[in-house]
C-alpha cells in the first residue's frame, strides 16, 4: 500500500530546548492550496491524462480488434500479443507518471514467466499474463475516466480564476462589447449585467470559492486515477502474496538453519567437551584405582559433578529446543516456569480456554522467554508482566516492565529476529518503550487453534 507522510509541513528548533517542532503555517490549508505545488502538479495529470488517455485507447481498441478480427489466421495471435505487450508498456509509462506527478509509490507487477525461450513461448507468456490483461482494461476504462476528470477540473479552474480576477478586467466588456459587463442572464426583452460594485464583489466572491475549491475537487478526481493506477497497473494481490510467502520461507529457512547452528555450537562446545573431559578422568580414574584408590575415588567424585553439570546444560538445551512442560501442561505453566529464572518479578496471565496450535504456542513461548531475557540483562527493571490472551481470530502475548526503555527492533538486534520470526506466520511485533520507560512490546499471532484445555 502507498502511503505519504509529512507533506506540506517543515521544521524549525526551539531555542530553548534545540528540539525539533513542526512549523506553524500562516495559512490554513484551504487557502493554500490553490497556491501549493502539489495542487499544480494534480492538476497537471489531469490535463495530460487526456492525450495519453485517447493515444492508449485508440492503440488498445485498434490492435485489440485488428489481433481479434484475425485469430481466423495464424497472424491474428501475434498481433494481439503485440497489442498487450505496448499495453504492458504504456502502464509502465503511467506508473512512471503517477509516481512523479502523484508520489504514488507502486511496485512493478510481476514480469512474464516464460518456460522456454522463443517467440511461441513469448507470446503465450503475454497472452496468460494477468497483467497484460488489467493493463488492457486500465487503456478502456481510463479513457472515459479521463475526459470527465478533465472536463471537471479545467471548468472549475477556469470559472474560478476567472470571476476572482473579475474586478481587473470587468472594464473590456464596455469598453469594447458596447455592456455593462458580463452578461449574467439575457432575454428579448431585457438583460442583466454584472456591472456595478456590488455585482462585482459578488462575483469575486463566487470566484473565490470556486478557486478554493478547485483543488480539492482535482485531487478527488486524482484519487480515482491512484486506485486504477495501484489496482490495475501494480502487482496483483496473488503475485504480492507470493513473493510476501517466498520472503516468509526464506526467513523460516535462515530461523532454522541459525537454530541448528546454534545447538550443534552449544553440544560441541558445552555437553559434548564436558562429557569428552569426564571420558579422561574416568579413564585416569580406572588406571589408578589398583596403586591408588583414594585419588582414583576422588577423580570418581569430580566426575559425578561434571555429569550433573552436563546434564544440567542438556536439559537447558533440550528446554531452548522445545520444553516438555510446553507440551504438557501449554502456555500458562511454560511461561510461569520462564518466568521464575527471571532476575525480576514477573507476573503471568494467560486467559486462554483453548490451546493454539503446537507452532504458534511455540514461536508465542520463545518470543516471551526471548523478551524476558532482554529484560533480565538491559531494562534495569524492578518488575515486569507477562499477559496472553485471544482476540477473535489472533493470539496476543504482551510483555510489559518498567526498566529504562529505549528498546528498538529496528536496529537490527534481538528484537529485529523476533519480528522476522511473527512476520514468518503472519504475525506483528510492536514496541513501544520510550527512553526512561516503561516498556511494552505487543505480539499478535495468527490463532490456528488446534484443540480444547482439559
Not at 135 to 157: E, G, K, M, R
Request: net charge negative.
Amino acid at each position: 500500500m502507498a502511503t505519504e507522510y509529512g507533506q506540506g509541513y517543515g521544521h524549525g528548533y526551539d531555542s530553548d530546548f534545540g528540539l525539533a517542532e513542526p512549523r506553524r503555517r500562516r495559512l490554513p490549508a484551504g487557502l493554500r492550496a490553490p497556491f501549493e505545488a502539489r495542487s499544480w502538479r494534480e492538476f497537471g495529470y489531469v490535463l495530460l491524462s487526456l492525450p495519453i488517455a485517447v493515444m492508449l485507447f485508440t492503440y488498445a481498441v485498434t490492435m485489440v480488434a485488428l489481433g481479434a478480427g484475425l485469430l481466423v489466421t495464424f497472424l491474428g495471435i501475434p498481433v494481439l500479443a503485440a497489442g498487450l505487450a505496448g499495453c504492458r508498456g504504456f502502464g509502465a509509462l503511467e506508473r512512471a507518471r503517477a509516481r512523479g506527478m502523484l508520489g504514488l509509490e507502486v511496485g512493478d507487477p510481476e514480469p512474464l514467466r516464460m518456460r522456454k525461450s522463443g517467440l511461441m513461448a513469448w507470446m503465450g507468456a503475454v497472452l496468460k499474463s494477468g497483467t497484460s490483461w488489467r493493463t488492457l482494461l486500465y487503456a478502456l476504462v481510463q479513457f472515459p475516466w479521463s475526459v470527465f476528470s478533465f472536463v471537471v477540473a479545467v471548468n472549475f479552474w477556469a470559472y474560478g480564476w476567472a470571476l476572482l480576477t473579475y474586478p481587473l478586467w470587468f472594464w473590456v466588456f464596455p469598453v469594447y462589447a458596447g455592456q455593462g459587463g458580463l452578461q449574467l442572464y439575457g432575454d428579448a426583452h431585457h438583460a442583466v449585467y454584472l456591472d456595478n460594485a456590488f455585482e462585482i464583489t459578488v462575483t469575486a466572491l463566487v470566484g473565490l470559492l470556486f478557486t478554493l475549491a478547485t483543488p480539492w475537487i482535482v485531487r478527488a478526481l486524482t484519487m480515482v486515477d491512484r486506485v486504477m493506477v495501484h489496482g490495475l497497473l501494480g502487482p496483483s494481490r496473488l503475485s504480492a502474496r507470493v513473493v510476501e510467502l517466498e520472503s516468509d520461507r526464506g526467513v523460516v529457512v535462515d530461523t532454522a538453519a541459525a537454530d541448528l547452528r546454534r545447538i550443534e555450537r552449544d553440544l560441541h562446545d558445552g555437553a559434548q567437551a564436558r562429557l569428552v573431559a569426564l571420558a579422561m578422568d574416568l579413564g585416569l580414574a580406572k588406571e589408578k584405582l589398583a596403586e591408588d584408590p583414594r585419588a582414583a575415588a576422588r577423580m570418581v567424585d569430580e566426575a559425578h559433578g561434571e555429569v550433573k553439570t552436563a546434564l544440567q546444560e542438556l536439559r537447558d538445551l533440550a528446554r531452548g529446543i522445545h520444553p516438555a512442560v510446553l507440551t504438557d501442561r501449554g502456555l500458562d505453566a511454560a511461561l510461569s516456569a520462564v518466568a521464575s529464572r527471571c532476575t525480576v518479578p514477573v507476573q503471568v496471565d494467560v486467559e486462554l480456554s483453548e490451546r493454539p496450535a503446537p507452532a504458534i504456542e511455540g514461536i508465542a513461548y520463545f518470543t516471551v522467554s526471548e523478551l524476558l531475557q532482554n529484560i533480565s540483562k538491559h531494562a534495569r527493571a524492578t518488575w515486569a508482566a507477562v499477559d496472553v490472551w485471544r482476540v477473535e481470530g489472533r493470539l496476543m502475548v504482551q510483555v510489559m516492565d518498567n526498566g529504562v526503555g529505549g528498546a528498538d527492533a529496528s536496529t537490527g538486534s534481538g528484537l529485529a529476529g523476533l519480528a522476522e520470526r511473527l512476520d514468518a506466520v503472519d504475525g506483528i511485533l510492536v514496541v513501544d518503550s520510550p527512553a526512561g520507560g516503561p516498556t511494552r512490546v505487543t505480539a499478535e499471532l495468527p490463532w490456528r487453534g488446534e484443540r480444547a484445555l482439559g
